[in-house]
């Protein structure tokens, strides 16, 4: 997997996101937006932490949440 930084001008950033998100399904994994101005200390460390919580969702290791059937089970309980 490769990474790109791209620097353009604020007003140009809506164009590009229309761009990448009209791209062919599969040729970006994901992207994110960030700004010059603002420094983040922790940026990095939750970049790695997001990165590694999708790649276990999607390989099964950290299973989804299944809002729909604990409502339900919720919604019963509350009716009893």
Do not use: C, W
């Not at 932490?49 to 919720?74: A, C, N, Q």
């Amino acid at each position: 997997m490769q990474t790109i930084h791209i620097n353009i001008k604020d007003n140009n950033v809506d164009v590009l996101l229309n761009i990448i998100q009209n791209l062919k399904e599969g040729i970006v994994d994901s992207y994110t937006i960030s700004s010059t101005q603002k420094e983040d200390a922790f940026y990095d460390l939750r970049k790695k932490r997001l990165h590694s919580l999708r790649e276990d969702i999607k390989s099964g290791r950290e299973p989804m949440y299944d809002f729909e059937s604990v409502t339900d089970e919720l919604l019963k309980e509350l009716q009893a």
